[in-house]
């Protein structure tokens, strides 16, 4: 059972990496302000699948314990951490050599929601057939 949890996970991970560092490429070409210093790629691919793989855990867990509630309980838990995790671009002190770092939230923010995107557009290929 853990097994579905965790390619869900991987899955959600690669997809949210991919979308995420495809907005960061389209991002540098709007504004040609280079963050990569603070968020590079590699940095963003790790974020993405840690996070989604953490959510995975949480699935599975919740799925272990509440048995009918846990999909309401996880969407709501990874919905909200979602959300609240916009706030850290926004809070981040940068280097003071980075140029316009008023910008640097327009990139960020959106970012914290591509691993609960991910998630929930690939969740039907996973869910249990009856």
């Known amino acids: 059972m853990f097994r579905r949890y965790f390619i869900h996970g991987i899955v959600s991970g690669i997809?949210?990496?991919?979308?995420?560092?495809?907005y960061d490429k389209v991002y540098y070409f709007i504004t040609y302000v280079d963050y990569s210093r603070v968020l590079n790629v590699p940095r963003i691919v790790s974020l993405n699948i840690l996070f989604c793989?953490?959510?995975?855990?949480?699935?599975?867990?919740?799925?272990?314990?509440?048995?009918?509630?846990?999909e309401i309980v996880f969407n709501f838990l990874f919905s909200t951490l979602s959300v609240v995790l916009m706030i850290l671009p926004i809070s981040i002190a940068l280097p003071l050599d980075i140029g316009l770092p008023e910008l640097f939230p327009g990139l960020a923010v959106p970012m914290a929601l591509f691993p609960?995107?991910?998630?929930?557009?690939?969740?039907?290929?996973?869910?249990?057939?009856?």
């Open 53 to 70: 793989m953490i959510a995975a855990f949480l699935n599975w867990f919740l799925a272990k314990r509440l048995k009918q509630r846990a």
């Open 15 to 22: 997809v949210a990496a991919l979308a995420a560092t495809i």
């Open 116 to 130: 609960a995107l991910s998630w929930y557009t690939i969740a039907p290929f996973f869910r249990e057939k009856n």
